[in-house]
Each structure stands twice: as C-alpha cells, then as structure tokens.
C-alpha cells in the first residue's frame, strides 16, 4: 500500500534534512516522498539539498513554488499532484520514528472502514531531544483507541469553548495534527486544506482545522496511541489566522 508523505518546506532549511532522513529510514518501503518548498528565501540551497537526496533515493518528488503561499497551499498543490491513495504529512521541522508509517498503514488493513488516523507525539524542546527520539522504536502491538461521533463531538465541542485550545482536541489522547494519515478520498471529496483569513477555518492551524472536517464526515477517528511523531517546539513560522 503506497503512502504519499508530504514535507511542506518554508525557511526550515536547517531542519529540513533530517526531516527528509526520518522519511527515507520509515520501514514501510513503498513511499513516494514529496518536498514542497514554500518560496522560501533560501530556495536555492532547498533545491540544492533535496536535489542531494533524489540522487540516492527516487522516491523523493520535489516541487518548488516561486513565491510563499501558504502552508496550506503546498499540502493541496502535494495532494494534487500525487496518485496515492493514503496520504500524510511530516513537517520540515519535525522527524517520526522509523516505524510510524508501518504501524498507521497496519490500522487501515485491519480496522474496517479507517479513513484517518492519528498518532502520538513527544514533545522535543532541544536537538538532543529529537536526537533521543530518533532510535526510540515500539516493540508491542498497536494500541488503538477509536473515538466514534459521538465522542469526537463532545471533544471538538470542549475545546471550542476552553480558550487557550485551538487544536483539535482529542481528549485524553495527545495527537500531533501532522501525524495524521488520511484516505485521499476525504481530499477527493472536498475537505481540503483552507486558506486563512477567509473565515472557512473552524481550527486555527491548517492540520488541525483539516482533521476537525474529516472526522466530522466521517464520524470518527482512530488513535494510534502510541507516540511515533517528534514535534519540535519553538520553530514554527506559521503566524496565520484563521
């Protein structure tokens, strides 16, 4: 089952590398990896450093676009251009461990009607930390929480109204919003990344307000709760509104 892992670039060039490397290393081998680079200011060394990488590897597609637009419009324009049928995405800035996507692509073979899922994540304030995280691997078997409608409900409804969220709450399960891997049917369909400033965001990031549309036409969700994604704290440079 081949997975489209998107990597949306904006002046994360300093990150980017190992971005790529944690993509390459996955032990789910039928990958098509795509870099998208927002217009950064240093495009040139982007182009340079992900050109390195498709030398060694051709699963890696690279497109660039002349100017920033957007997080948000990179993912579509990604989604757009590929022919996979589960999509996901990793951010420039981040890394997952190197059996994330083998342990998501389990769930949709063996938990009927999976359409998305999401997965765990630690949160790393340092190179160190995601140096640690890197040669961390799961050695049991998924731990998988389903949240139906009803639940995903009342979760999206407490975190509507508890200022200070603005992701899409989960409840008792901590998700990183980029770990999640979704059907490219919900794509198909018409939930898509929004742009901000346009009032169509219910969720102030991109993933979230994503996530937030598709469990609500699909029902439901399904938690690996398992903590396979590295978030790196403090390097956004996402200042968008909704």
């Known amino acids: 089952m081949k997975v489209c892992i998107i990597i949306a670039n904006y002046n994360h060039s300093q990150y980017l590398d190992e971005s790529i490397q944690s993509a390459r290393d996955q032990t789910h081998k039928d990958l098509e990896i795509v870099v998208v680079d927002d217009g950064s200011d240093d495009q040139p060394i982007v182009r340079k450093m992900v050109e390195a990488f498709m030398h060694l590897d051709d699963r890696i597609v690279y497109h660039e676009l002349p100017e920033n637009r957007g997080k948000w419009y990179a993912l579509n324009y990604a989604i757009e251009k590929t022919g996979c049928t589960l999509i996901t995405t990793l951010d420039a800035d981040d890394i997952c461990l190197a059996d994330r996507i083998e342990r998501q692509v389990r ?21 160190e930390d995601i140096d640690r995280c890197w040669s961390k691997k799961i050695n049991q078997d998924p731990v998988l929480n389903i949240i139906e409608a009803d639940e995903v409900r009342q979760h999206v409804l407490t975190g509507l109204s508890t200022p200070g969220i603005n992701h899409f709450y989960t409840g008792p399960y901590e ?12 794509w198909d369909v018409g939930i898509r990344f929004n742009p901000p400033g346009t009032k169509t965001r219910v969720l102030l990031s991109e993933d979230s307000d994503f996530n937030f549309r598709a469990t609500a036409l699909v029902g439901r969700t399904v938690i690996l709760n398992e903590k396979l994604y590295c978030y790196r704290r403090n390097t956004s440079t996402n200042k968008e509104e909704m």
């Open 107 to 127: 769930v949709f073979m063996t938990v009927p009607n999976t359409q998305h899922v999401l997965t765990g994540f630690y949160h790393c304030w340092s190179q």
């Open 175 to 186: 998700t990183a919003g980029a770990s999640a891997m979704f059907v490219r049917g919900l």
